[in-house]
């Protein structure tokens, strides 16, 4: 059949599955807007305050539900809007495939009205990237795109089509897209070499991240580390990949971790990294990050072994089908008095607040914990409320902690809430956010007010920019330069200007009213404003640099 390309577009959307998409429209993307329109039965389209907004729901979107996400934006400033969004799911390894719009061929190079190199600025930021000049390539590419982005270590994938190109009217044929194949690299020596480590050990410690959950691996995890009898902690990214009320779960590990992680980093004679890469903020000190111990990585990204931090034995694969083969091959193991003396230490230093004020963040996670039973959805932004979050949350379902975790983006939570809440429907979704965030992407109420999404928006409020005055208040000497916010915004009003519920809490009898309240509203968002002291911090904190078992764990 001839269809033009933007219609290709359309059918290409339906053949991979789509039914939702994220974007703001534009001159450039017109074509395609207008064939979406005709395809509005088929194929949802969910319009943003702004095409970063647009970018973190589709990345929200693909972690909660493990498809991938989809983003639309026009040529020029449209594109470039998408390009934090798109280096936020690059770092997280998160499946998107954004499709933007250029000028026409003929204007290209010409400096012309929005034209931009979006193909040049989003190299280092993608898996793969495209610029299609003609309608036959538009097929071909988006096909690629959806594949690229999907396999072995997910990522984001651009798709750039000039103007003319959408117009044009050329042959169209379906072709469904092939499954993706989980396979294992590595060959039989590399098995034998890892069983070895494995069988030998007398104090393993099990280093899951998100490539756990990523490859909906936890089942898998569960049986191995069941094998392996030992204890286990998880990155940012892998919460929720293992439950964090296992007794053998010894929590986060890194920067902002618990003692009792970092204690066992350091005083185990095998570490098994399963999805993780080694970030800075996990090693802290990377010279002396296990220093005692042999180190095994299981990862699908070979580029990642020994990049950070060097190993003895590596598995290169999807991490389902790697734990799996483990599961079939490895016998069971005793480790008793190793898990043992870990629970000692998470018994000796648990992760505590101290009360400084009427409402702590210890409260508030812990609240929302108890009133959601641990099964929300909760992503958040970036800084304290976020390490707080990952704290005291406690995480027992994969693809339920959504959060920036490699590049760090502040403005993400809202968005990412707006992608989880349209994946889920039927299910609780709260954004858990800090007052120096609210600000970056409050817009984004008026996207879930509009779509009558019931997410729950929770501000931390203690009017500083709390994870780097922490820094300024221990390293600084106290010198807060451009951290005390002092805005004068009205929280309440904000969010019903927005067409959101709004409420400010001062106490925990009044906070744990305004969640019940908004927890039984399934028809608008509502903001709690959650007024917090702003000496507040999070602890443990590692200095940059220093062993991770260095970290600090009072400041007076």
Not at 323 to 336: C, D, I, T, Y
Not at 480 to 485: W, Y
Request: charged share 20%.
């Amino acid at each position: 059949m001839r269809l033009t390309g933007a219609d290709i577009v359309m059918e290409c959307m339906l053949e991979q599955g789509v039914d939702t998409v994220f974007g703001y429209p534009g001159g450039s993307i017109l074509n395609i807007y207008d064939s979406l329109y005709r395809y509005s039965d088929k194929i949802r389209h969910i319009l943003t305050a702004h095409e970063e907004g647009a970018a973190h729901a589709a990345d929200g979107y693909a972690r909660s539900s493990g498809k991938c996400g989809v983003v639309f934006a026009t040529s020029g400033p449209g594109a470039t809007n998408l390009v934090t969004g798109i280096a936020t799911a690059y770092m997280d390894s998160v499946p998107m495939v954004a499709v933007t719009c250029n000028v026409s061929t003929n204007l290209l190079g010409k400096d012309s009205f929005q034209e931009i190199d979006i193909v040049g600025i989003t190299m280092p930021i993608t898996k793969h990237n495209f610029l299609v000049k003609r309608a036959e390539d538009i097929a071909p590419a988006i096909r690629r795109a959806f594949a690229i982005a999907r396999s072995g270590r997910p990522g984001p994938v651009l798709v750039d089509i000039t103007k003319d190109a959408t117009a044009e009217f050329v042959e169209f044929e379906t072709e469904l897209p092939q499954p993706l194949k989980k396979t294992m690299e590595s060959d039989a020596k590399a098995v034998k070499t890892v069983l070895k480590f494995l069988e030998k050990s007398k104090k393993p410690l099990i280093y899951a991240g998100g490539g756990v959950i990523s490859a909906n691996a936890t089942e898998e995890l569960k049986q191995f580390q069941a094998l392996m009898d030992c204890p286990i902690a998880l990155s940012v990214m892998g919460l929720g990949g293992f439950p964090a009320d296992h007794p053998d779960c010894c929590g986060m590990i890194g920067m902002h971790g618990t003692m009792a992680t970092a204690l066992a980093v350091k005083d185990c004679d095998l570490l098994i990294a399963i999805g993780a890469r080694f970030s800075d903020r996990v090693t802290c000190d990377e010279t002396t990050f296990a220093r005692d111990a042999k180190i095994l990585h299981f990862d699908a990204d070979r580029a990642e072994v020994g990049k950070n931090i060097r190993v003895d034995g590596s598995l290169i694969g999807d991490a389902k089908t790697i734990l799996g083969m483990l599961n079939e091959k490895l016998s069971q193991q005793e480790h008793a008095k190793w898990k043992k003396q870990v629970a000692d230490w998470k018994q000796e230093y648990p992760v505590e607040s101290p009360k400084i004020a009427a409402l702590t963040p210890k409260f508030i996670l812990e609240t929302l914990h108890e009133l959601t039973h641990g099964d929300a959805f909760i992503c958040t932004d970036v800084g304290q409320h976020q390490m707080w979050t990952a704290q005291f949350y406690g995480f027992d379902y994969p693809r339920h902690f959504i959060s920036s975790g490699g590049l760090g983006t502040m403005g993400f939570g809202l968005g990412a809430a707006i992608g989880t809440q349209i994946a889920h429907p039927d299910q609780t979704v709260i954004n858990i956010t800090g007052d120096g965030c609210f600000h970056m992407n409050m817009n984004e109420l008026s996207t879930a007010a509009t779509y009558n999404l019931p997410i729950l928006e929770i501000v931390m409020n203690n009017q500083v920019l709390g994870m780097v005055r922490q820094w300024q208040r221990i390293f600084y000497d106290k010198r807060f330069s451009a951290t005390v916010l002092n805005k004068k915004t009205d929280y309440d009003t904000v969010a019903k200007g927005l067409g959101a519920n709004g409420v400010t809490v001062r106490t925990e009898q009044e906070f744990r009213r305004a969640v019940v309240r908004a927890l039984e509203d399934r028809t608008t968002p509502t903001v709690i404003n959650c007024v917090i002291n702003p000496d507040e911090i999070v602890l443990p904190m590692v200095p940059g640099g220093q062993p991770i078992e260095d970290a600090i764990l009072d400041v007076k």
